[in-house]
Nanobody, 121 residues
Framework: QVQLVESGGGSVQPGGSLRLSCAAS????????MGWHRQAPGKQRELVAA???????NYLDSVKGRFTISRDNAKNTVYLQMNSLKPEDTAVYYC???????????????WGQGTQVTVSS
């Protein structure tokens, strides 16, 4: 069982920055694809950014150029640097770890407890 613990959420004014961290309990963290999702009140959860074991990344269109996902396998941690934050970025942000076979069959799927990000003036 992989445990994911997010940190770094909080309140910030529009245009500000936050850096989210997600620490994994698993020593074999490097074999998991990692992602950040968010869910705003009354809305469905959406994928914000993802990074594969090889370091390939993809982003939600609305955050491209503002958010950056990265991972440090030595620290079992994935990060989400969020710049130029907007009120519409307000949501609970969740860390996600997925384990796939070489043929992209999902074997495991883990979630953190979430961290609140509020962007307001």
């Amino acid at each position: 069982q992989v445990q994911l613990v997010e940190s770094g959420g909080g309140s910030v004014q529009p245009g500000g920055s936050l850096r989210l961290s997600c620490a994994a309990s698993e020593r074999i963290f490097s074999i998991f694809d990692m992602g950040w999702h968010r869910q705003a009140p009354g809305k469905q959860r959406e994928l914000v950014a993802a990074i594969t074991t090889a370091g390939s990344t993809n982003y939600l269109d609305s955050v491209k150029g503002r958010f950056t996902i990265s991972r440090d396998n030595a620290k079992n941690t994935v990060y989400l640097q969020m710049n130029s934050l907007k009120p519409e970025d307000t949501a609970v942000y969740y860390c996600n770890a997925e384990l796939f076979t070489p043929k992209r069959i999902k074997l495991r799927d883990y979630w953190g407890q979430g961290t609140q990000v509020t962007v307001s003036s």
